[in-house]
């Protein structure tokens, strides 16, 4: 089975950083690009930012400059660091990968931005 467990999100005031972490396991990590999706109230989910095996990375207009997107093989572990955070920013914040052609998603983390 497939799992994503995710950790880190909380209230935070603009301007600040958090960084979240997804431990992955039940497939071949290394291979697989991993994503960070967030999703406000009342709206559609949205990529923030993707990184391949190989560490080429993606990431949403909005979080450029701000987010930075990493992983550890060999902890198979991926991050997102979340810095000079926004109130726009607060969402649940899913980790995510496809593996074998299926879509597999993190429980989601908290992310609240405000003063």
């Known amino acids: 089975q497939v799992q994503l467990v995710e950790s880190g999100g909380d209230l935070v005031q603009p301007g600040g950083s958090l960084r979240l972490s997804c431990a992955a396991s039940?497939?071949?990590?290394?291979?697989?690009?991993m994503n960070w999706y967030r999703q406000a109230p009342g709206k559609q989910r949205e990529l923030v930012a993707r990184i391949t095996g190989d560490g080429t990375t993606i990431y949403a207009d909005s979080v450029k400059g701000r987010f930075t997107i990493s992983r550890d093989n060999n902890k198979n572990m991926v991050a997102l660091q979340m810095n000079n955070l926004k109130p726009e920013d607060t969402a649940v914040y899913y980790c995510?990968?496809?593996?074998?052609?299926?879509?597999?998603w993190g429980q989601g983390t908290q992310v609240t931005v405000s003063s």
């Open positions: 995510h990968t496809r593996a074998r052609g299926y879509d597999d």
């Open positions: 039940g497939f071949i990590f290394r291979i697989h690009m």
